[in-house]
């Protein structure tokens, strides 16, 4: 099997002198080109040029490796991404944002490595406690969530990459407590209307944990 590293789709400094670097992290059923809307942002701010904004494809989507030997699990995706952001040969402080199941991974990440990374940003982070994990409610709230997937692919649902994602990082019931014991400074940053992400447990999240901040916004996830 190929070294473990997930693949850069985009990778910008516009100044060619880059202050900060900030990699950018997908979700699940999806790929680095979640971000695409944001190139034109990027490009156009002038006050973004000294940023180098890199993006990645997870072990399983997009351009990086795909094998059903693959766990699809915590210590695989952390260690690709280690690895990925080790072949930036960067110097400047470390920014990494994920978006839904990235959350978790860029979050895991961090409680490894707390002293690689300056910021976490999270985009749509799923909070879900253990008693959530519990409720029958939460069953069939990720019943609805497949279905809507099926809706655009109803392939990617019978893919190892999305089965074991499932299983081994999206219901990891030790994900909250993680998040909650961070020591990099967080930014949280969820949809009023967003119906995924237990968003109930943002308060009692940010009372543990001064590091983390929350950013309401209109939308869904």
């Known amino acids: 099997m190929k070294k473990l590293q997930l693949t850069n789709t985009y990778d910008v ?13 997908h979700g699940i059923a999806s790929d680095s080109t979640t971000y695409n809307a944001a190139h034109e942002y990027f490009e156009a701010e002038e006050q973004l040029k000294d940023i180098r904004f890199v993006k990645m494809d997870l072990l399983g989507a997009g351009l990086s490796l795909k094998d059903d030997a693959l766990n699809y699990d915590y210590d695989e995706q952390v260690t690709a991404l280690h690895n990925a952001i080790a072949e930036l040969k960067s110097d400047v402080p470390l920014v ?5 199941l990235g959350t978790f991974i860029v979050t895991r990440y961090a409680s490894i490595y707390p002293d690689e990374v300056a910021r976490l940003i999270l985009i749509s982070p799923p909070v879900y406690t253990r008693e959530d994990y519990s409720n029958p409610l939460f069953k069939v ?19 190892k990459a999305f ?32 119906q995924l992400i237990a968003s109930h447990n943002i308060p009692g999240l940010l009372k543990k944990n001064s590091l ?5 916004t209109k939308g869904r996830h």
């Open 163 to 194: 089965i074991n994602s499932m299983n081994n990082i999206v219901m990891d019931r030790n994900n909250y407590d993680v998040l909650a014991k961070i020591k990099v400074p967080t930014v949280i940053i969820y949809g009023g209307e967003d």
């Open 96 to 100: 990494l944002v994920g978006h839904s």
């Open 13 to 25: 400094c516009r100044s060619g002198k880059p202050k900060l670097c900030v990699v950018m992290i």
């Open 141 to 159: 709230g990720m019943e609805a969530f497949k279905k809507s997937i099926a809706l655009r692919n109803a392939d990617v649902l019978q893919e």
């Open 212 to 216: 983390i901040s929350a950013i309401k």
